[in-house]
Structures are given as C-alpha cells and as structure tokens.
C-alpha cells in the first residue's frame, strides 16, 4: 500500500513538472528601445510571457540584414521587425529552399522615420538635394531603404541612398558631415530638433503610397515552425498582447522614455504623433502587389513576380 502511495505521488509531481515545463524561444530584435522594438520587453513586464509558459531569450541587432543573418543562420528561432523588400528578393532567389517564413505583419504604412540635415544646411526639403548629394538609410531591404527610395522618387531627386546602419550612426555621420542628410526613428533626436541643432526636411509619413502597405513583418526560421510551431503561435500571441498593452498602460510610456533616455513628455508625443496603433496590426500582409512593384523597380527581384508566384514565403502562424 505505501509503495502504490508513493509511486502514485511520484508520477503526480512528474506530471506537474510537465505541465510547468518552460518553453524556450531565441528572438532576434533590431533597433533596442524603440516603441515597435519594445513589445517583448512590455510582455515581460506585464507577465504575458511567463503566464504563457516562454522564456524569451533576446539578440539585439542594428537592424536590416544583420537580423535576417539570425533567422537564415538558425541562431534565432525568429527575427522582428524586418523590411519586407529584403525578405521577398531572399525568397525569389532561394525559393522555397529559403531558411525562413514570413509569419506576420509588424508595421503597416509609413510613419516613424524622419529625415534630417544640420541646422545650417542650406536643403529645406528632398526636391533640394540633388545628384551627388548623400541620403542615409539603415541597410538594404530594410523599410528605412523602402520609404527613402519613395521618397526620393516622389521628390524627382537624384541623390544617392547611402547605408549607414542605426539611427545614432547616422547622427555621427550627419553632423560630422559624412552624409549630406541623415535618417531616423523617434523619439531619437527629437529633443535636437526642439533645441534648433537639426531641422526635418522629410517624414515618412509623406510617402502617400505605402500607408496602407506592410512594410515590416517578423519571420521564423523553417526548422524552428516544424519544431516549435505551437510555442512560435503562442509567442505572437503574447506580442498581440503587447501591443495592446502597450497603447493602454501608462507603464509603457515610461518604459519607452527610459530606453530612450529622453522625457516622458517628448516619448509621448513621439507614440502619439508617430506610432499610430493601426499600423500595428500583425494578422494581415496589405497590398502585396505593390511590394512586388516595388522589389522590381528596386532591383530586389529581377523579373516581375504576383503574389502566387510567392506564396510559399508566407506561413501567417496567428490572426487576431
């Protein structure tokens, strides 16, 4: 009787070790601290992770190819927040052999990215900066070089994109004048344009044509969503979760002016004036037909592609 007792209890606590098993998920996240780089960092702060039973382990990069590099790799199980040109020129010429999948939206539309000269230049807006003039981007495929290169063709100006990694090199590089204009994402030099040092000379918010386009979306890698795939669903479910978080707590503001190192003020303004919760939306690829267009006219792909011809890159994991 004792023996059946006790091995009874024994199989009980096996079973509750399984049940509280912890589920393990690498993430690659580019840019560090930005609002839309900050929805794992909400879900941890407001327990959406552990109540969902992950742990998150997070690689912080500088955006662009540098976190498609994770995802192709197999370092990351998935990669946030990447340009959506990049990710389909990889896939047309990779096929389906190609190490990732797109499994979400992550920023519909044009908003956040500004782009800025020194206080003393003479250019007021694109249509001033001319041929063999320099334009700064983060890095090819990404949505900053997406949105530059509307922008520049809305503008008719020839100037050259320029890569030059994150926001805070592209401000060395601007004011010590490498690049003639520089790129950013707020609230990072903000404060500068308050205190006069640098002027905006374009939004992105002006390039009409992409608002209703996703510009971003999140991959996983292929191995990962045959091994993981109930826990990489579970993930954007939490990550929806964040994002709603995000836009009704006030613990995010002040999450995000502490990242950034600026005033919860001047964070404020930058969610409200630049982050539209819309853009947000994470179920839905919108007007892939036009990120086709654009990979063309781009060069990202050499011959036009329709959205069938793609369709393998897509394994949409969650809808809202």
């Known amino acids: 009787m004792f023996r059946a007792v006790m091995t009874a209890f024994a199989l009980l606590i096996a079973n509750a070790g399984v049940s509280q098993a912890v589920e393990k998920l ?43 590099a994770t995802v192709v790799s197999g370092s990351v199980d998935i990669a946030m927040s990447n340009g959506i040109l990049g990710a389909i020129g990889a896939y047309v010429k990779g096929g389906d052999a190609t190490p990732y999948r797109i499994i979400a939206a992550e920023m519909t539309g044009a908003h956040e990215l500004f782009w800025y000269v020194k206080a003393d230049s003479p250019f007021k807006t694109f249509k001033d900066v001319g041929e063999g003039k320099t334009v700064a981007f ?30 805070p090199a592209s401000y060395t590089q601007t004011m010590t004048g490498q690049v003639d204009v520089g790129w950013s994402v707020v609230p990072f030099g903000l ?3 308050q205190d006069g040092k640098i002027r905006i000379i374009a939004r992105a918010s002006e390039a009409a ?77 919108r007007d892939l037909e ?31």
Do not use: C, H
Not at 240 to 264: C, H, L, T
Not at 298 to 304: C, D, M, N
């Open 191 to 193: 404060k500068d344009v």
């Open 26 to 68: 690498k993430v690659a996240v580019p840019q560090k601290g930005f609002w839309d780089s900050s929805w794992i960092e909400f879900g941890e702060a407001a327990g959406f992770f552990k109540d969902a039973g992950l742990e998150i382990e997070v690689f912080y990069t500088e955006g662009g190819a540098q976190t498609v």
């Open 209 to 285: 044509e992409l608002q209703n386009q996703t510009i971003r979306v999140n991959l996983a890698n292929v191995d990962s969503l045959k091994t993981k795939r109930a826990s990489i669903v579970k993930f954007m479910q939490v990550i929806q979760k964040s994002i709603d978080w995000g836009y009704s707590n006030p613990k995010a503001i002040e999450i995000f002016a502490q990242n950034m190192k600026v005033s919860r003020d001047v964070a404020k303004k930058a969610v409200e004036e630049f982050y539209p919760r819309s853009a947000m939306q994470i179920g839905e690829i």
């Open 138 to 167: 983060s890095s090819p495929g990404s949505s900053s070089n997406l949105i530059l290169l509307t922008l520049l063709r809305q503008a008719a100006s020839k100037a050259k994109p320029l890569p030059v990694g994150g926001a």
């Open 290 to 320: 036009r990120s086709l267009k654009d990979a063309l006219e781009y060069k990202f792909i050499q011959a036009a592609k329709t959205p069938k011809d793609i369709a393998g890159l897509f394994d949409i994991v969650y809808k809202p």
